[in-house]
T-cell receptor
Framework: QKEVEQDPGPLSVPEGAIVSLNCTYS??????FMWYRQYSRKGPELLMYTYSSGNKEDGRFTAQVDKSSKYISLFIRDSQPSDSATYLCAMQHGSGNTGKLIFGQGTTLQVKP | ETGVTQSPTHLIKTRGQQVTLRCSSQSGHNTVSWYQQALGQGPQFIFQ???????GRGNFPPRFSGLQFPNYSSELNVNALELDDSALYLC?????????????FGNGTRLTVT
């Protein structure tokens, strides 16, 4: 069993839709949770960074962490064609393990005009 | 603020050869991590360098090695290349503890081994 599970999709939605992306994990030692966006032929770009359970909002993006269920989500409101990319969840143990992120497989999202 | 830059962008090598990939960290960052991303997969941690020393390593064989220089730039060396080494190699930089500074990635080097 992988430490982090992410549905690879692809996920196709119409412009303006609300998108929900999810990851589950098995290691309760994870404390830092991130979402990266990766466009084709580019490196991952940090979107959201959270610590502990709860919600964090940044513009059209909301990250949600539920440690009790070992489940994290990224919501995209009013999705745009420019949001079409692969979304990667990533997690890390507590401080002292800087740099070692465990990534999900990535979900490919297509937003159609 | 200068981001993470990697060179070269693309590289084709033959099985058994050796390769060196280079990375310049983002301005102000002192820690460099290297990742391997196979097609259709998430990145996998290779190792991290902090203050010119290896500080954590993933499940990769010793033929994957690295260096960090006093200016915090870094190299990834891979010896005895195998076909399965074909992947996108990503460099990421940060400043110290992840709690204060999440990783920021470069655009990677696409390595093809034939």
């Amino acid at each position: 069993q992988k430490e982090v599970e992410q549905d690879p999709g692809p996920l196709s939605v119409p412009e303006g839709a609300i998108v929900s992306l999810n990851c589950t994990y098995s290691n309760s030692a994870f404390q830092y949770f991130m979402w990266y966006r990766q466009y084709s032929r580019k490196g991952p770009e940090l979107l959201m960074y959270t610590y502990s359970s709860g919600n964090k909002e940044d513009g059209r993006f909301t990250a949600q962490v539920d440690k009790s269920s070992k489940y994290i989500s990224l919501f995209i409101r009013d999705s745009q064609p420019s949001d079409s990319a692969t979304y990667l969840c990533a997690m890390q143990h507590g401080s002292g393990n800087t740099g070692k992120l465990i990534f999900g497989q990535g979900t490919t999202l297509q937003v159609k005009p | 603020e200068t981001g993470v830059t990697q060179s070269p962008t693309h590289l084709i090598k033959t099985r058994g050869q050796q390769v060196t990939l280079r990375c310049s960290s983002q301005s102000g960052h002192n820690t460099v991590s290297w990742y391997q991303q196979a097609l259709g997969q998430g990145p996998q941690f290779i190792f991290q360098y902090y203050r010119e020393e290896e500080n954590g390593r993933g499940n990769f064989p010793p033929r994957f090695s690295g260096l960090q220089f006093p200016n915090y730039s870094s190299e990834l060396n891979v010896n005895a290349l195998e076909l399965d080494d074909s992947a996108l190699y990503l460099c990421a930089s940060s400043f110290g503890d992840l709690a204060a500074s999440p990783l920021h990635f470069g655009n990677g080097t696409r390595l093809t081994v034939t």
